[in-house]
């Protein structure tokens, strides 16, 4: 089920159900899926109690990326393999093409990679940094590190906020001027305004998120939000 912007936003069914990742032919953005999993939502209510714990929030953040990295690689394509059980000789399915990358934008992407390495252990890891400049807003870039042959991988750029997509719009770009085109952007919280953004200059890369929030402040900030994810995850708030 996808949600786009600017038509009404609604929760798309994810664990159990395939979720649709790019449109056909139509002309319009690809797609945003909420992954309303039980378990993601719950850990996403105890992330936004302010009262939690740096170290709390932290666990809670890398239980989540992993939880969102099985549904964003849901439709990864297979390809047969004969192995010798110890039993027999029988053909499975792997994985087909070259490792995925994990591309997180520092500093709070990176709190999505261990949960997500959990279940992705061979996966590459790409870092993009990038911060947002508190008067502007726009994103500024302080380093970035990626294999040589994005063009051959399906890039999963993480970051916890989609608020106002600055960063993301500008991470994607610079990957993309690296070779990579197969995207997906995973984030744990996104605001309308953030998806309209990423959506008119990324119109090809499909968005996972938890939920989909009211708005922005005027502060740049997600309402009702859960605060800076890189503060509250490393305690400099």
């Not at 906020?161 to 997906?184: C, F, I, P, Y």
């Not at 953004?197 to 740049?220: C, E, K, M, Y």
Request: charged share 25%.
């Amino acid at each position: 089920m996808r949600v786009r912007v600017p038509v009404p936003l609604r929760a798309a069914s994810a664990f159990g159900t395939p979720s649709a990742v790019r449109d056909e032919g139509d002309g319009m953005a690809a797609s945003v899926t909420v992954v309303d999993h039980p378990l993601v939502q719950h850990k996403l209510t105890l992330m936004r109690d302010k009262a939690r714990s740096t170290q709390g929030f932290r666990r809670l953040l890398n239980e989540i990326g992993m939880l969102l990295a099985y549904e964003v690689t849901r439709d990864l394509p297979l390809e047969p393999v004969t192995i010798d059980t110890p039993l027999e000789e029988m053909e499975g399915r792997q994985i087909q093409g070259k490792k995925l990358v994990l591309a997180p934008i520092l500093r709070a992407g990176v709190g999505f990679l261990d949960g997500m390495l959990s279940l992705l252990p061979s996966a590459r890891v790409a870092h993009v940094g990038l911060y947002r400049d508190p008067e502007t807003l726009e994103a500024v870039e302080y380093y970035f590190k990626a294999p040589s042959d994005l063009a051959d991988r399906t890039v999963l750029v993480l970051d916890p906020m989609l608020a106002t997509a600055n960063s993301a719009v500008a991470a994607l770009q610079r990957l993309k001027e690296r070779g990579a085109h197969d995207l997906r952007f995973v984030c744990l919280l996104a605001a309308p305004e953030g998806i309209a953004r990423f959506q008119a200059a990324h119109p090809d890369v499909p968005i996972w998120t938890a939920a989909i929030d009211s708005h922005l402040n005027d502060h740049g900030y997600i309402v009702p939000g859960l605060g800076d994810a890189g503060d509250r995850m490393y305690g400099t708030r």
